[in-house]
């Protein structure tokens, strides 16, 4: 094992620390897209180390960089995203996929699906998506994901899909104004779970709906995400900047935007927003 700052670069046998093992990651991913697989102790985000080792080298399309803490962890909209060491999954997938810039949004709900389907096959627990990207379980967050994005005019050059998972936190984890708001597969359950397991599982799922996209085109996903959504039919409110919306969720498009119908009887294509579903 080499390390280089806090960075176990790994995909290598014999790579292990805090419970995450790249040998085990790598046995049960079972080969596919995912080629490599590096594990970190602590980074200021997965998603920045990814653009980095993008930047740095001619990486493999299904390079994975996993954290054990994130010292800069971040969500939608530049917010915090809480990462304490020992507990949670931080990870973020390398991709290159065939798709324009405009279709972006379907790279969100591949990863909103993966990571709903592999916590349904590991916990038990009713997954939910609240669009765009939020993981829910009895209408608190337990994960969340963050897709970025580097595009010419055409094509999209390369995508980091993040994926954030509260697996072991407890409430005293969390600042205590996210309390009630936030939770965790633990909490849920009320039992520990291997975050090597839920890893596996996910990268599993992100490569299959990954996939389905490539092969089969949207339909297939925007159906499966409709069947998962929290927010589909419930009345919402939208922030978008210094604008406020509300009205009825519809439903999503061909390209995953959310049409609210207002209640002025108009709607509305959302392409992104802070939501708030009311009831």
């Known amino acids: 094992m080499t390390k280089s700052g806090n960075a176990i670069h790994a995909g290598r046998r014999g790579d292990a620390f805090a419970g995450l ?3 085990e990651i790598l046995a049960g991913i079972c080969g596919g897209i995912w080629k490599k697989v590096c594990l970190f102790e602590s980074v200021d985000s997965t998603n920045e180390r990814a653009f980095a080792l993008a ?3 001619a990486f493999p399309q299904g390079a994975v960089m996993i954290a054990d803490a994130q010292s800069s962890g971040r969500g939608r909209l530049g917010r915090r995203w809480i990462s304490p060491p020992g507990r949670n999954i931080y990870m973020s997938a390398l991709l290159k996929p065939e798709i324009g810039p405009r ?4 790279l969100t709900i591949v990863g909103a699906l993966a990571g709903a389907v592999a916590l ?16 829910m379980v009895n209408n608190r967050k337990i994960g969340g994901i963050l897709t970025e994005i580097r595009s010419g005019p055409e094509k999209i050059n390369l995508v980091v899909i993040g994926i954030g998972v509260n697996v072991n936190s407890d409430e005293m984890d969390f600042p205590e104004e996210l309390r009630g708001i936030v939770t965790s597969a633990r909490t849920e359950a009320g039992r520990t779970f291997s975050r090597v397991g ?5 990268l599993r799922e992100l490569e299959r709906w990954y996939k389905i996209l490539t ?4 339909r297939p996903l925007l159906e499966e995400w ?5 927010t589909i039919g419930k009345e919402v409110r939208i ?11 519809e439903t999503i498009d061909d390209n995953g935007m959310l049409i609210l119908q207002l209640g002025s009887g108009g709607k509305r294509r959302i392409s992104s927003g802070d939501v708030m579903e009311l009831r």
């Open 21 to 23: 093992s790249s040998d």
């Open 55 to 57: 930047a740095s080298e």
């Open 103 to 106: 279709e972006a949004t379907l």
């Open 120 to 135: 349904r096959n590991k916990t038990g627990l009713d997954l939910r998506i609240k669009w765009p990207n939020d993981l």
């Open 198 to 202: 839920i890893i596996i599982e996910i």
């Open 215 to 218: 092969s089969e085109g949207r």
């Open 226 to 230: 409709k069947s998962l959504s929290s």
């Open 239 to 249: 922030v978008l900047g210094n604008e406020v919306l509300s009205g009825v969720a």
